[in-house]
């Protein structure tokens, strides 16, 4: 499949949007049964998108940076009068009467939504086994999960279905997903691209961002999604930053800090793909040093009591009164009760009972309030490393992707995946997962390249320059 790069130019000189489609449909067909990537195809809405580029060529226009370009939409983005249901029963049937705002920016620019992809229910987990609606395997080894939460996000650009995908990232759905198909994954600067319309799950902590192969193709998404939103009273009122001008722009000069504590206990591919992703850099003109942030360490423990906190507030709506599902019973508790009895699964519901707890009176200062406490000194401890540095550098994942049902059994071990990610959603700040080497069975790994808030047009540079390195 094209890149997006290449499809939008091509399309805005006059190739067929629609032939794109049917080639993206097409790829859809030959492996959506056995991946179950798309919970949705919308292939009526496609089209109609599809040929209203065309149109705007044909008669002269301009159709937009992403002309012709087909996309996949995580199931929790708002779709107008397309099913959402974030991978629950307890949404099922439910079409939102609005677009998410990032839906409606990439339709401006000329993209063609072709569907909603599955995910862990409510983006509550790292495999894609947690969706109500079946797991969806890994394209590049069907044994093996595609991580999580936006699996299915990753698996339709890693199958070729579509070149670009958009996902969520609350503790690192979308970059750890990315780095277990061997993608291109951000997670953007908290508030710089709008939530509007996307189903929140712990909204201090969830993004928006791009699922691409090329860096390129991640930072032309990034551009029309990104940029203030009124919708959204936490995002950051200025325009989205231009990533694409400045990224050949190289490394020369920056400084880049290896992290031990995102490398720590990783397996040794990871660890050699993190090495030799520094000397790739410092050949570059980087200056590479090696540094300790011991706080990152508190980053899982505070996650998840500020992650379930929000979403046992967030997941209150789900009532059967309003949306979707409703298990009528005697009266308005019992059949509040029985419809989420039936409507969530187990994880969602360990997720709304821990936070639940957290937040309770006796136990709010000891769990909710102390883990406020870490995020604060972590956000300090990233600003101290910023001082002395430009960028942070770490594994992505400690492992390649793993087997179906190994870790189910375990949600500590399941939690674990996200070590290296959560800091950065605790911090509100950036980072990119670059597929970079490979490990255990010629699985792809993803190296991590983080940075403060609105870094985006260095991190792209540097992800660009690891790009070129592997000979993309
Ligand atoms: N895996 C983490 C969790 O289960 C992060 C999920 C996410 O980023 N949406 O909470």
Not at 121 to 147: C, H, I, K, Q, Y
Not at 163 to 179: E, K, M, V, W
Not at 183 to 192: H, I, M, N, R
Not at 205 to 228: M, N, R, S
Request: glycine share 10%.
């Amino acid at each position: 499949m094209k890149s997006a790069v290449d499809i939008a130019r091509d399309v805005n000189a006059g190739a067929s949007a629609v032939e794109e489609l049917e080639r993206s449909l097409a790829s859809i067909r030959s492996r959506n049964d056995e991946l179950n990537v798309f919970l949705h195809v919308d292939e009526e809405g496609a089209y109609a998108a599809a040929r209203r580029v065309d149109e705007i060529v044909a008669a002269g226009g301009s159709a937009g940076p992403l002309a012709g370009v087909p996309v996949a939409l995580k199931d929790n983005l708002c779709t107008l009068g397309v099913p959402t249901t974030c991978s629950s029963k307890i949404l099922d049937g439910w079409r939102p009467p609005y677009n998410a705002t990032v839906v409606d920016r990439l339709r401006a620019a000329g993209a063609v939504p072709v569907g909603k992809t599955n995910l862990d229910e409510f983006a509550m987990g790292s495999s894609t086994e947690n969706s109500a609606f079946g797991p969806t395997r890994n394209p590049l080894d069907p044994a093996r999960v595609p991580g999580g939460s936006s699996g299915g996000s990753a698996a339709a650009v890693a199958a070729n279905m579509t070149p670009l995908s958009l996902g969520s990232d609350t503790g690192g759905s979308i970059r750890q997903p990315a780095a277990l198909c061997g993608l291109v994954g951000v997670k953007p600067t908290y508030g710089s691209v709008s939530r509007y319309g996307l189903i929140a799950f712990a909204s201090s902590l969830d993004q928006i961002g791009p699922f691409a192969k090329t860096v390129a193709d991640a930072a032309l998404a990034l551009e029309v999604i990104g940029g203030y939103d009124p919708k959204d009273s936490t995002s950051l009122n200025e325009t989205a930053p231009q990533l694409l001008a400045t990224l050949d722009s190289g490394v020369a000069g920056r400084r880049v800090g290896l992290v031990r504590e995102l490398v720590e206990g990783s397996d040794d591919d990871v660890t050699r793909s993190v090495d030799r992703a520094a000397a790739v850099l410092r050949d570059a003109g980087a200056t590479v040093v090696e540094l300790s942030i011991p706080e990152l360490t508190l980053g899982l423990s505070a996650y998840y009591l500020i992650a379930p906190a929000e979403a046992s507030s967030n997941l209150a709506r789900y009532d059967g009164v309003r949306y979707g599902l409703r298990v009528d019973a005697e009266d308005v508790a019992a059949m509040n009760e029985a419809t989420r009895t039936a409507g969530f699964g187990a994880e969602v519901k360990r997720r709304i009972m821990l936070g639940t707890y957290a937040l309770s009176a006796g136990y709010y200062d000891a769990y909710y309030g102390q883990a406020l406490k870490v995020r604060t000194q972590m956000i300090a401890a990233f600003a101290r490393a910023y001082a002395d540095v430009d960028l942070l550098l770490g594994a992505t994942t400690p492992s390649v992707a793993f087997a179906f049902g190994s870790k189910t059994n375990d949600p500590m071990a399941m939690y674990l995946n996200d070590v290296f990610t959560i800091p950065t959603n605790l911090s509100g700040e950036a980072a990119i997962s670059v597929p970079f080497g490979t490990g255990e069975a010629d699985l792809p790994v993803g190296v991590q390249l983080l940075g403060p808030g609105r870094s985006e047009p260095t991190l792209f540079a540097a992800a660009r320059v690891l790009e070129v390195a592997e000979g993309r």
